[in-house]
């Protein structure tokens, strides 16, 4: 048994929660739900002990140590607790990161970071434990840390954490964003697997739209307290898959704003891209689909210039050929991008920004625009704190905006519903069908079946 009594707690100097109570009993499984900002991930930090409890208590019965080491040492080994950020600590720190830097990795550096060295003593744990299939971690021992997908790094990063020593309790935030379908369903299959095999009591947060068939209870959060708190039925724990026809809208204008053309894109042995051709017309609205590590996020760095091998590919971008005079920033003046790796390489500095002043820093100065944009995405309850004190949501709903500010010829969106509630994932779905001009061409890397039925025209896959 788990129970909060009578907690308060501060982050970053803000007032989290106020005497708050929940009591988890042995056996039961929990997903946290709400809309964004409403604490979730505090709840999991307060569980984890990331968050100090400033008054009140939370109690494990599983936690048993007569000293304060003896409970410190209990709850590092039985409570696990992975952050919807946690991929990017698998990059080796090295002072100097940035998010485009997987994309220099050309082979000849002196000292690289595989997955068997990021996994180290645990690899023998693969034998020991029955794991599903699909979880099998061979096929990537030997990539580097760097070249993995964020769906990869996921996967990579759950099983060491499990495999090092197997928790009572764990603790997920959104563990599914940035995952494809089947990998969603592994994962599910996996959450499934060591709850029941190795009686782990699993907690997660996120919206919700699909769950483990273990879960058995929801908390709804609203505004820091608790909502509602109920059982879940037994029908919405079944996975349903729908099957997505394109839909075309009709001719697209004659330009030619992308043009690749028998792309290979190889690092060391590895091939992630071989003979991929694409070719992107002035306002086509298209959906880029594959796999975790299929190269969407690639493709996506040689369109918006931040991968070197471009260069030595035929790749045209608004009718010139890359390599032949135009600067990196003649073509990203044309482009707006999102991509989750923006959201792990924020600097300190950064981060103490607020997120108008974010907003402001990466566009020209257009406070209408920007109170426009605030207005629509009902985001004037965090526009002026600090990033790092914003949810993983608003955070998200931030750099969404900032896309927004400008109007540019081409808009790459990589993943960007993650983290956002249904309210305003439908907001942002809204937008990008009834605002952004017919002309500007839109490009949206997702793993979800709706988005493509949503207002996608073509779909390519990697």
Known sequence: MIELSGVDSVKSGQKIFQDFNWKINDGEHWVITGPNGCGKTSLLEVLSGHQTVQHGSVGYDFITGSTWDERFEQKRRLIQYIPAQAAH????ATGDLYYQQRYYSIGDEIHVTKVRD?????LHHFQTKDLPATFNLEPLLDREIKWLSNGQLKKVLILQRLLHHLPKLLLLDYPFEGLDRDSRADLCEFIDFIAATYSIQIIIAGHGSELPRCMTHRLTMDSLQIKKAEVIGHEELEMRTQVVSQ???GTQAADVVVDIRDLKIRYGNTVILENFNWTINRGDRWALTGSNGSGKTTVFS???????MAYSQEVYLFGKRRGTGESIWDIKKRINYLGPELISYLDTQTAASTAR???????????ARLEELTRFFV??????KPLRHLSSGQLQLTLLMSCFMDTKELLLLDEPFQFLSPEIRELVSDYLQ???HKDITLVLITHYDQDLVRWTEKTMRV
């Open 357 to 367: 002043e974010y907003i402001r820093g990466r566009n020209d100065r257009d406070d």
């Open 247 to 249: 839909r075309s809208n």
């Open 89 to 92: 600590v698998l990059v080796p």
């Open 434 to 436: 009834g605002y952004v």
């Open 302 to 308: 040689i369109i918006f210039a931040d991968h070197p």
């Open 379 to 384: 985001a004037g309850s965090f526009i002026d």
């Open 118 to 122: 990021f996994l180290r003593g645990d």
